[in-house]
């Protein structure tokens, strides 16, 4: 489906006059920022797509009254944050060992299919997102938005309710703890380390 949109207004009018095409346009491109959010906070699958469903019921109710003072990708990041935050908040956190079963029965799997140097790079990331995954929530959504979402400190910084020189010693801090952790635990295994 291809951007027919002029800018953010146009799409967001589309979307409000309950255009099926914006609306599906509108949810294929916000869809993974909630959810880089979504996974760098709430570790339950299926608390994930309750969540996500959520998370864009809330966005489509408040959409009339968005005012364009942020670009439209931050008011989403900020809902989507706001929304996994008073979450975690009212839920008993789940237990990272239940987690670590569920990927190591996918591991199993994955490693009759792919070839061993393929395994090899796959399973190094999913040691890195399984690190990622036991920071704190502040640097999991920190490293996400910056590394995979590309968005700028300020961005960032206006999603997660924090300035900008906040957003950037966490960025740091958090990247500096996660090479640690890696290379203490799989100096061996991981060559670029």
Known sequence: MENIY?????LVKQVLQNDQQAIRFFIRSYKKLVEHIIWRIITRPVERE??????????????????FDSKLSTWIGRISYNTCLNYVQK??????????????????????????EEFILKEQ??????EIMKMNYAYRTILTLFH????????IGEIMGLPEGTV???LYRAR????AVLKHKYAGEMTWL
Request: hydrophobic share 30%; proline share 3%; no cysteine.
């Open 148 to 155: 995979l979402e590309n968005l700028s400190y300020k961005e």
């Open 50 to 67: 309750d969540l996500f469903q959520d998370i864009f019921v809330k966005i489509f109710t408040s959409l009339p009254s968005f005012r």
């Open 125 to 130: 990331a999913q040691l890195v997102k399984n």
């Open 176 to 179: 500096k703890k996660l090479y």
């Open 6 to 10: 002029k800018n953010e207004k146009d």
């Open 168 to 170: 950037k010693s966490n």
């Open 91 to 116: 839920n008993k956190p789940f237990l990272s060992e239940d987690l670590d079963k569920e990927n190591n029965k996918n591991a199993f799997y994955e490693r009759k299919i792919l070839h061993d």
